[in-house]
């Protein structure tokens, strides 16, 4: 019993550790016609990771229904880009990504977390 | 029977979903319709015919053709709109849209309307606008063959209206959260405190008491805690964890807990028969608690780029057609003629050509004294009109006046962060899962070591540890401060374009100040009028302004305005010359007349007086202009880039910061020392050329020195972009010069102690931040895993690290909130005082 409870107790911990850092984030969508909708609810985006191509101009729709103010902000870190996002507002945020590579974009506290993998 | 499988595109929830089904259920022969959102798939089993399944999927807006996703490609403008002036826009108002989709399709659909250029949607508050030349009731109908409803509304202020209804909304009912949570944990607690059994004797009327405690508190959790639980579910498919995952966690750990104590008390020890939904419920009261004080405070963070977007005028009066009328702003384009009247704002950026006013600047450059406008001055969107009317061309509109180029930059640059900050977003992107594996261990050591009875230690150690963990603290503590610094820093006219800047703004020791048009005006004034043979001062203005009337010299400029501010006319000259480099000439009432520099007159042979004094005006670095009448020099006018009226005083706060104040300029030396003396600099760089400057800069900066240079962010571009910080002083509506990371939008240099005041309170607020939510996670997490309890025998309660974690992320808001009461020019003073009395 006491072997069980300590082995499970550690198993859990490896779960942890492999689903939050090891195991691949969410699945990719990729920006069709330079445009993506992302919905900001819940401490999530949806979808997390945009894919696009570098010198293309890339509009991302967010669309804000979560009203803590977590979600008020979006940052996209590297691309010096920053926007508020009104609640339940559509709010287009038109960026050009020049350099290939991935660009966090997250809430201001980096709850929300997103990726902009650009190829 | 037959089973059709059609794409679709763009259903992202329910409402789509049930319009998909609608219009797929007209389709004759569609039996059973079933929508998968997450394949963006639609089964259809029945006879319908596929084509028409297909035709109505794209009529719904969600057909998964290429033709049906037009709305953010280019599209071809239509030839109703080609060569048509801009129609009004027309608001329509939406119902049944609940989704971003919906906007898509609704979009789609009023974009097929003839005439119509652009139309697009907004959610928030239901409506559409739709630009371009289409009959109301075409857009109308357009929308309904969509499947949504629509109407035309007038009034597109309401669309502010609803959001802040909706803040408001939020934030009653995260207190009503706060009621619900406490309402059901507070008299559990309170029982247990006064001495009631918190634990469950099975078989005893005791179990079925706790039973529908624990169905109440499932309540609590399921209702006022749902938002807790979903996003926490939402994030872990998504590989993520955030602050609901601990919260979610904590309190489902302890509900659980619990729960197996009350319904299978024989797995249980019995000395571990405790119950802990008291804990449950007061936690999701408490953080709903310290949610709704932190949209309080937080909604007071952003109050300076609030302050920024309520300068926007609405509407603006614009004269067109030989008529006037009042019109919303969006619709003033370049070259409208605008007229403003007293107490009214100036709606678009412009250059006035009628009427004489005062406008006060304050809102955008700092400056509080009002600016007089006449004809040919530039006005700016935002600012208000205090005099009489004005009647101005529009230059910039929408996206480029000043106004939104302003608020664009404060917005992004709240957004960045200074190199300070960069720690705690390391520590907090990984923080969660951290917490989490903490919370495990600290379960299994007090299961192996910790005293009896296990099971309960377990769970409080555990449920503690997640729920005291406070990224929030962490993640908010550097951003909320940018925010309110760079907002503050907007207040008094000075944009800083990277949080970067902050850090380093704080944290300089040398500042280069360019000569022209930095400390001094930058245009030149006259300053002296000497008269020889017992002439006066105002004949020989009269004079040198009736042989200057033609030129364009900036020194002829500086004798024009001198001569209207004392009301003398000049007279008409006849056969006027300019010389370059040496002065002009003309003859009045027989006589030649010259105007210029010493060496010319002496050379064409006149006779020279009040060498002296000229002399003397020279050495207060003022340009001697000699005139002559014939033969005889008969007055002097000394004229000058006088330097500001609050340069030196700016200079003096500059110094009592404990700054070395160096003047850069190319004059030559006895010019440069004698405005270094007025101005009171410690060191003066004359006869630098241009370019020179940034090596200049970078000579300073080799010499160990941190410099900020302050130039006009043109000429001075390089010095600036050279130097640890640069500050582009600019005059009123420059405001993205590139080159600088900070622009003063007023021209006086109190900017630049003013930004350093800013940022040194900034820089400060952000550590006290850093360090208090440091502090507070790394004594927190381990007193809650119970590292106090082998010594003291303490192990905090899950009620007192709800309690704790709400009130870290309130106060690290509040923190930064002071910094809105922060006025730079009374930390100088104090500053000041202090070194005096010391």
Not at chain 2, 58 to 69: F, I, K, Q, T, V
Not at chain 2, 312 to 325: F, I, N
Not at chain 2, 448 to 457: I, L, Y
Request: with cysteine; net charge negative.
């Amino acid at each position: 019993m006491i072997w069980l409870i300590n082995l499970s107790g550690l198993a859990l911990m490896a779960l942890i550790v492999w689903w939050f850092w090891l195991s691949g984030a969410g699945k990719a969508r990729r920006a069709t016609h330079g445009a993506v909708d992302i919905i900001v609810d819940d401490g999530v985006y949806e979808p997390a990771v945009i894919e696009s191509n570098a010198g293309e101009p890339l509009s991302l729709r967010f669309e804000r229904r979560d009203a803590s103010p977590c979600a008020e902000q979006v940052v996209f870190h590297g691309l010096d880009v920053s926007e508020y996002l009104p609640v339940g507002e559509t709010t287009t945020v038109t960026l050009t990504p020049e350099q290939p590579g991935t660009y966090r974009f997250t809430c201001q506290m980096n709850m929300y977390q997103g990726k902009l993998i650009v190829h | 029977m037959r089973t059709h499988h059609l794409p679709i595109q763009g259903a992202t929830c329910q409402g789509c979903a049930n319009k998909i089904r609608t219009a797929l259920g007209a389709v004759p022969g569609a039996d059973d319709i079933q929508v998968d959102l997450a394949e963006q798939q639609v089964t259809v089993h029945g006879d319908a015919e596929p084509e028409a399944l297909s035709r109505a999927l794209a009529e719904s807006g969600y057909g998964a053709e290429p033709a049906e996703e037009p709305a953010e490609q280019p599209q071809p403008e239509p030839a109703a709109g080609d060569g048509e002036s801009a129609g009004g826009d027309i608001q329509l108002s939406i119902t049944g849209a609940t989704c971003a989709s919906c906007v898509r399709s609704i979009e789609t659909a009023l974009g097929g309307v003839p005439g119509v250029r652009d139309a697009s949607m907004n959610l928030a508050d239901h409506s559409a606008r739709v630009s371009g030349q289409a009959a109301p009731r075409d857009l109308i109908r357009a929308v309904e063959s969509a499947g949504y409803g629509a109407s035309v509304i007038d009034d597109p202020r309401r669309a502010d209206q609803e959001r802040e209804e909706r803040e408001q909304a939020h934030y009653r009912q995260l207190l009503r959260h706060t009621g619900y949570g406490l309402g059901v944990g507070a008299p559990l607690m309170l029982w247990g405190l006064l001495g009631g059994s918190m634990t469950v004797q099975p078989g005893t009327w005791s179990q079925a008491a706790w039973l529908a405690v624990g169905l109440i508190t499932l309540a609590v959790l399921a209702l006022p805690g749902r938002p807790f639980f979903v996003g926490a579910w939402k994030a872990l498919r998504h590989h993520n964890a955030n602050m609901d995952t601990l919260i979610a966690l904590g309190t489902g750990t302890a509900w659980l807990y619990s729960m197996v104590v009350v319904l299978a008390p024989g797995l249980v020890p019995e000395a571990a028969r405790h119950v802990y939904f008291e804990a449950s419920a007061m936690i999701i009261g408490l953080i709903s608690l310290g949610l709704a004080l932190e949209v309080r405070a937080r909604g007071k963070t952003s109050a300076a780029v609030k302050r920024l977007l309520d300068l926007r005028a609405k509407t603006a009066r614009v004269l067109r057609d030989g008529g006037e009328q009042d019109i919303p702003v969006e619709q003033v384009v370049a070259g409208d003629r605008v007229r403003v009247r007293p107490g009214e704002k100036i709606a678009v950026d412009g250059e006035v050509e009628e009427g004489s006013s005062r406008l006060d600047e304050s809102m955008l450059t700092g400056e509080p004294m009002p600016v007089a406008k006449g004809p040919g001055d530039s006005v700016a969107a935002g600012t208000l009109n205090e005099g009489g009317t004005l009647i101005y061309r529009a230059t910039r509109v929408g996206a480029d006046t000043a106004l939104a180029r302003i608020i664009e930059l404060v917005k992004k640059a709240q957004g960045t962060k200074p190199p300070i900050g960069r720690l705690a977003d390391q520590v907090s992107a990984v923080f969660v899962p951290t917490i989490m594996l903490i919370a495990v261990a600290a379960a299994l050591v007090w299961f192996n070591v910790g005293p009896q009875p296990p099971f309960s230690h377990m769970m409080v150690a555990a449920t503690t540890v997640l729920i005291i963990a406070c990224p929030c603290a962490l993640g908010l503590a550097t951003p909320m401060s940018v925010m309110v610094g760079v907002g503050k820093a907007a207040e008094y006219g000075i944009l800083i374009r990277q949080g970067e800047a902050l850090q380093t703004a704080a944290d300089l020791d040398t500042v280069v100040l360019d000569k022209t048009g930095t400390i001094t005006e930058g245009r030149p004034a006259l300053t002296r009028v000497l008269a020889a043979d017992g002439g006066t001062e105002d004949e020989i203005l009269t004079l040198a302004a009736s042989l200057e009337a033609g030129s364009e010299h900036p020194l002829a400029q500086a004798i024009m305005t001198a001569a209207e501010e004392r009301g003398l006319s000049p007279r008409p000259v006849s056969d006027f010359q300019a010389l370059n480099g040496k002065g002009v000439s003309a003859r009045l009432d027989g006589a030649t007349l010259r105007l210029g520099n010493r060496r010319w007159l002496e050379q064409e042979g006149v006779t020279l007086a009040l060498d002296d004094q000229a002399a003397d005006l020279s050495k207060d670095a003022a340009t001697p202009l000699f005139l002559a009448r014939d033969d005889r020099v008969i007055g002097v006018l000394g004229v000058a880039d006088r330097i500001k009226t609050d340069a030196a005083e700016a200079i003096r706060r500059l110094r009592e910061r404990g700054l070395r104040v160096i003047m850069i300029t190319g004059d030559i030396q006895a010019s440069a020392d004698a405005i270094a003396r007025q101005a009171g600099v410690d060191e003066v760089l004359a006869e630098v050329l241009p370019e020179d400057k940034a090596r200049e800069v970078k000579r300073l900066q080799q010499d160990g020195a941190r410099v900020a240079m302050v130039g006009d962010g043109i000429n001075d571009a390089p010095a600036l972009a050279q130097a640890d910080v640069g500050f582009a002083i600019g005059t009123g509506t420059d405001v993205a010069i590139e080159s600088a990371a900070i622009t003063l939008m007023s021209g006086s240099l109190h900017g630049v102690a003013d930004a350093m005041a800013i940022s040194q309170a900034t820089l400060g607020n952000i550590k006290q931040n850093l360090f208090g939510a440091f502090v507070y996670n790394s004594l927190g997490v381990p007193v809650a895993a119970g590292l106090l309890y082998p010594f003291t025998g303490w192990l905090l309660s899950p009620v007192i690290a709800g309690a704790a974690m709400s009130l870290s992320s309130v106060t690290v808001v509040s923190n930064a909130n002071r910094l809105r009461f922060f006025k730079p020019n009374k930390a100088d003073r104090r500053t000041a005082d202090g070194s005096n009395e010391s």
